[in-house]
């Protein structure tokens, strides 16, 4: 069974960071590509970020370029997406997902993935 576990939301002021961490279980990790969600309050999910399975290669979301640094650790089986100069518009819950799909769909608003994580909570206040 394929687990996905995010960590590290929390309360931050605009201008501050947070990491977040998505551990993944029950999958050959390499196989997949591992990108990240958000779903602010009233707001449909958006993707975000994601790191490919094929080429190594990272991608994101025109908002947060620049901003976010999304890595992946093999040994532990994790992602990680760096976030710093929050913005307030930055808030909602974060999901992790695992998608076998490439991460260029996601430039084009596709939003389809294999599993999710359960989110954690990112709220930042201006």
């Known amino acids: 069974e394929v687990q996905l576990v995010e960590f590290g939301g929390g309360s931050v002021q605009a201008g501050g960071s947070l990491r977040l961490s998505c551990e993944a279980s029950?999958?050959?990790?390499?196989?997949?590509?591992i990108a990240w969600f958000r779903q602010a309050p009233g707001k449909e999910r958006e993707w975000v970020s994601c790191?490919?399975?094929?080429?190594?290669?990272?991608y994101y979301k025109r908002s947060v370029l620049g901003r976010f640094t999304i890595s992946k650790d093999i040994l532990r089986n994790t992602v990680y997406l760096q976030m710093n100069k929050l913005k307030p518009e930055d808030t909602g819950v974060y999901y992790c997902a695992a998608a076998t799909t490439r991460c260029e769909r996601y430039m084009s608003g596709y939003t389809g993935v294999d599993s999710w994580g359960k989110g954690t909570l990112v709220t930042v206040s201006s």
């Open positions: 790191f490919a399975s094929t080429d190594k290669s990272a």
């Open positions: 029950g999958l050959t990790f390499d196989d997949y590509s």
